[in-house]
């Protein structure tokens, strides 16, 4: 019965260590909101909140949790926020009312489009992290569009995803 106690503890103790070791290591989080208020006071009905201190993994997060979820037909909206200098927060409302933003006319607008969300998100990760820009990066839209498909066939969705880079780019 001793050594049974010994195995134990001694298991007990290495989920533990590991427990720990990924909550340490865990630099993107991905919560599920009930509710989430834009700047007008509206609320929208779910979100998810990816946020980390790489953008390139806050969309990856995301796009895994689109591709996980299955819920990408219902995305209506992006909010792209920076809390912090080292901090990278994008909300993503599966219904409610959109956030205006004006966007100066000499910042750069780079699309993502395809017919899978996930996708399109990680190609915009994938963007971010070979041209090194994310300190550029002031907002990322969302857009689905609905294209005209061939008689008898059903429209096909395409999301559209843009980042939008600060030009110049920050010192």
Not at 7 to 27: D, E, N, R
Not at 69 to 78: D, E, I, K, N, W
Not at 80 to 95: A, H, K, N, Q, V
């Amino acid at each position: 019965m001793n050594a049974f106690l010994q195995k134990v503890k001694t298991y007990f103790l290495i989920a533990a260590c590991l427990l720990l070791g990924l909550m340490l290591t865990s630099s993107v989080s991905a919560l599920e909101t009930d509710r989430a208020s834009n700047q007008a006071g509206d609320v929208a009905s779910h979100a998810y909140v990816f946020e980390g201190t790489s953008l390139v993994k806050v969309l990856t997060a995301a796009a895994d949790t689109m591709q996980s979820c299955g819920c990408q037909s219902q995305v209506r909206q992006f909010l792209y926020e920076r809390p912090g200098p080292d901090l990278y927060r994008l909300s993503i409302f599966l219904s409610g009312e959109g956030y205006p933003t004006a966007i100066p006319e000499d910042w750069e607008i780079v699309r993502f489009r395809g017919s899978s969300l996930p996708k399109v998100l990680r190609e915009a990760a994938k963007y971010v992290q070979n041209c090194a820009c994310q300190l550029a990066v002031r907002h990322i839209t969302y857009e689905r569009l609905t294209l005209q498909p061939s008689p008898g066939l059903l429209p096909a969705p395409t999301h559209l995803v843009s980042l939008i880079l600060e030009s110049p780019p920050p010192d």
